[in-house]
């Protein structure tokens, strides 16, 4: 079992930088492939990265990492735009680069990201 706490969410401007946080619990921590999802008002969640695999729409401007020593994945996200506005989930799961949201059997309970023009 893999329990997934993110944190860092919030209000930004258009251009601004936020960094998400996933804390892990669990020893088996480095035994899963972590990414992330958002999940804008109205659409579905949706696939935002995971090792070296990105979306297209944050290709460039967001980056994920991961530090085993802390049981915790990153999102470093910069030049953030209003249509980045979302709740963001972390996920956990055993299949490599997967952006379908089946793939994955662990996730968190969101942090809300908020991009003003």
């Known amino acids: 079992q893999v329990q997934l706490v993110e944190s860092g969410g919030g209000l930004v401007q258009a251009g601004g930088s936020l960094r998400l946080s996933c804390a892990a619990s669990g020893r088996t921590f480095s035994t899963y492939v972590m990414g992330w999802f958002r999940q804008a008002p109205g659409k579905e969640r949706e696939f935002v990265a995971t090792?070296?695999s990105y979306a297209d729409s944050v290709k460039g401007r967001f980056t994920i990492s991961r530090d085993s020593a802390k049981n915790t994945v990153y999102l470093q996200m910069i030049s953030l735009k209003p249509e980045d506005t979302a709740v963001y989930y972390c996920?956990?799961?055993?299949?490599?680069?997967?952006?379908?949201?089946?793939?994955?059997?662990?996730w968190g309970q969101g942090t809300q990201v908020t991009v003003s023009s």
């Open positions: 090792g070296t």
């Open positions: 996920a956990a799961g055993t299949k490599t680069g997967s952006n379908s949201i089946r793939a994955w059997d662990y």
